[in-house]
């Protein structure tokens, strides 16, 4: 099993949403998917409207999940992380020194995907073999400069701002899984 951590700061916006929607877009793999927050709250349910969001998009087994706080054991129990900010990717880093290859920021991630599936170096049909073979390429170090293309945090704002981020979210994890899943 494959397991991947998104990380955000409170583990209560964008981490949660990322995490069911992805678990969801990786549904029938062998590949799990988890959250934490870099400051994470711990023990706290999503926020109202990050739940909201999951609704709207058919997914309400949300009353259990609780926040929890990136450790250094999660972080380094983790085959990839996937930070929403690249403060969160240093942070993670700092926490986790020997996953700095395996950790990046989400927009990256999707800039990384992207280049090995239009060079064809990603071969395997297996979703899990495939997110293995993505972690083992020697990767073009100018797809490494963190780009601007963060994903905010909309904690404290309008149910448009999360709405908004939300839909960043969903099109860059949908990539994600697309690549992965084959």
Known sequence: MMRILLVCTGNICRSPIGEFLLRRYLEGTAISVASAGTHGLVNRPMDKFSN????QRGITETADFRSRRLTTPIAKSSDLI??????QRRESIQL????????????NFVSILQH?????????TVPEERLSEILMQPLDPRLLVPNRDDIPDPFGQPFEVFADI???IEDA???IAQTIGG
């Open 166 to 168: 939300a839909e960043r």
């Open 52 to 55: 909201t969001i999951l609704r």
């Open 96 to 107: 986790a020194p020997t996953m700095t290859r395996r950790t990046f920021a989400i927009s």
């Open 82 to 87: 996937l930070c929403f900010e690249q403060m």
């Open 173 to 175: 994890l949908h990539t």
């Open 116 to 124: 090995l599936t239009s060079t064809g170096q990603i071969r395997s």
